[in-house]
């Protein structure tokens, strides 16, 4: 029996982590599209906790701010992190997945910023209008975006990081994707950080270049957006609020104003 639904005969590559991938995975497949899994980083604890450690365990801090569900996880994970949501420190989520793992941990969520779940929509809350002589720590993985935690200091903040997690790249033979990907097997392509994007044209080599330009891509935020543009996608659908159903709000609402369907060949 044929599939049916907004996205049936569609072919959708999901490049999230493995142990982030399946919801939205689960939704593709019930709108009737195919979740073809190509999971590009691995999420792991940074080797050396103790410096993140250090930070979690001051009592002084006025917030403590929380970027993504992975950075509660792999936070939660350090059994030394004695002093979590306790005193007067305020814990804020950065998107709505992140509120859910504060809120599976025990943790009580603070401020989620609306309408679209990211950093900038943090900077335009009250709370951190003005924050001068304030201490803030930012959990994160390794690596991430400066702009947070510079605009906060700019804003008269203390700030410091402490780096939960670190993203590995897979290592996974790119030839069978490349060959189904040439042969009209993907239909859309999903990047849903700037670091997934960049190794995902790495992956592709020579033919990166022309599957960008003949394939649409759903990223989450203008920032990836733009990123996208610039390594040559054409048709970039931007996911906003970044959630599982923000994406496939965009997805959906683009095939629906006339998205290009193919009959993709039979995958690996």
Avoid at 199 to 220: K, N, R, S, W
């Amino acid at each position: 029996m044929a599939a049916t639904g907004p996205l049936a005969g569609r072919t959708l590559l999901v490049t999230r982590p493995a142990d982030q991938a399946e919801g939205l995975c689960a939704s593709i497949e019930a709108a009737g599209g195919r979740a073809w899994r190509w999971p590009l980083l691995e999420i792991v604890p940074v080797g050396d906790a103790a410096p993140a450690l250090a930070l979690l365990n001051r009592d002084d801090w006025d917030w403590l701010v929380f970027v993504s569900a992975n950075a509660v996880r792999c936070a939660a994970g350090l059994r030394a992190w004695t002093r979590r949501g306790s005193g007067s420190t305020r814990i804020a989520a950065v998107g709505a997945a992140t509120a859910q793992a504060l809120a599976e941990t025990g943790m009580r969520v603070d401020l989620i910023p609306k309408p679209q779940f990211n950093s900038e929509s943090l900077l335009a809350a009250p709370e951190f209008a003005q924050v001068l002589g304030k201490r803030i720590l930012i959990v994160r993985g390794a690596g991430g975006r400066e702009w947070l935690a510079r605009t906060l200091a700019e804003r008269g903040a203390e700030t410091a990081y402490a780096e939960v997690y670190q993203r590995c790249r897979s290592q996974a033979d790119p030839a069978c994707l490349v060959e189904a990907w040439n042969e009209g097997g993907v239909d859309m392509a999903l990047a849903t950080s700037g670091e997934a994007l960049a190794h995902l044209m790495d992956l592709l080599g020579e033919a990166g270049p022309a599957l960008a330009d003949q394939t649409p891509l759903a990223v989450i935020g203008g920032r990836i957006a733009q990123q996208a543009r610039e390594r040559g996608w054409r048709r970039v659908v931007v996911a906003e609020p970044a959630s599982d159903d923000g994406i496939m709000a965009a997805i959906i609402g683009f095939y629906r104003e006339g998205g290009i369907r193919r009959d993709p060949p039979g995958l690996p």
